[in-house]
């Protein structure tokens, strides 16, 4: 399997949730990683530069129509959905799907329609269903999906969700979830 991207989600307690897996990579993680979390107005302007002084990598906030580069990580604003659009990502503030926007389900579809089976998806922490659909598409796609134990998780009815399905590979806790997608990205190195 040759993962071409990364996409991650998030809701409440989403922060913690993200410094501890984007934290756990090392600077030379060699995909791109997409990140949205639920989050206020008030907070737009802060995850990027919060989430930057935790990693390693590089941290950018989203704008409209920008170049998918590998190893960065691309935030997404608060109040606009992210959807990737072949090696670009496109800003969207058509009406909140699942009552959030940014909403899981329409970054992790957008993906698993624009890179099928080079998806690796990660749903985190989160009190509302949101995630749950667009995991199902990835992984009808041929993605791989993870999803955190919910004993893990601040908010733990969205990794429920996931599990409940049968649309994931892996269920990890929060403090495995870095290491595991650094030993997916050697093997595809070492199979490169």
């Known amino acids: 399997m040759a993962f071409r991207i990364v996409v991650a989600g998030a809701s ?17 993680f060699p995909l791109p990683i997409v990140v949205v979390q639920h989050r206020n107005l008030e907070q737009s302007e802060l995850l990027a530069a919060l989430l930057a002084t935790h990693v390693s990598l590089p941290v950018v906030e989203i704008h409209d129509k920008q170049e998918i580069k590998d190893g960065r990580i691309f935030v997404g604003p608060s109040n606009y959905h992210v959807l990737i659009d072949g090696d670009h990502l496109a800003l969207s503030t058509e009406a909140p799907v699942s009552h959030a926007r940014p909403s899981i389900d329409v970054l992790f579809e957008s993906a698993a329609e624009s890179f099928g089976e080079g998806v690796l998806a990660v749903l985190l922490t989160g009190m509302s269903g ?61 199979n490169a």
């Open 12 to 28: 409440l307690g989403g922060f913690r949730a993200l410094k501890a897996v984007l934290g756990g990579l090392p600077k030379d």
């Open 130 to 190: 949101d995630g749950s659909a667009g995991l199902k598409r990835i992984k009808e796609c041929g993605g791989y999906t993870l999803a955190q134990d919910p004993l893990t998780a601040k908010g733990r009815v969205v990794p429920k969700v996931a599990i409940e399905s049968p649309a994931f590979d892996e269920i990890l806790p929060l403090e495995k979830i870095a290491s595991f997608m650094m030993d997916l990205s050697m093997v595809q190195r070492i």
